[in-house]
């Protein structure tokens, strides 16, 4: 079992960054496939980025590829997204996500993670 948690949200201006942070509790953190999915209002949970247990792997939806960056401290028990050159379109709420098993299938689908966060909000404004 594992709880997360998500911190770093809030507004900013379009061309900004952003950092979100997700702490996880427990032991086992380091077992774990962690994602970044994103649900903007009236539109379905979305992928955005996921990175494998031991920060090697790495996968981006296009849309952020070059804009956003996700990496992780298994000593902290931390995912982090950095999120550069923001656009209105990345307004959203964002969650942070762990999976149990590995599979680049599984990665990119919400269906493929075990526990979520509680999401925090961004709002990227024009």
């Known amino acids: 079992q594992v709880q997360l948690a998500e911190s770093g949200g809030g507004l900013v201006q379009a061309g900004g960054s952003l950092r979100l942070s997700c702490t996880a509790s427990?032991?086992?953190?380091?077992?774990?496939?962690m994602g970044w999915f994103r649900q903007a209002p009236g539109k379905e949970r979305d992928f955005v980025a996921g990175?494998?247990?031991?920060?090697?792997?790495?996968d981006y939806v296009d849309s952020v590829k070059g804009r956003f960056t996700i990496s992780r401290d298994n000593v902290k028990n931390t995912v982090t997204l950095q999120m550069n050159s923001l656009k209105p379109e990345d307004t959203a709420v964002y969650y942070c996500?762990?999976?149990?098993?590995?599979?680049?299938?599984?990665?990119?689908?919400?269906?493929?993670?075990?526990?979520w966060g509680q999401g925090t909000q961004v709002t990227v404004s024009s």
């Open positions: 996500a762990a999976a149990t098993v590995y599979s680049s299938y599984t990665m990119r689908r919400s269906t493929g993670y075990d526990y």
């Open positions: 990175i494998t247990w031991n920060g090697i792997g790495t």
């Open positions: 427990g032991r086992t953190f380091s077992r774990y496939t």
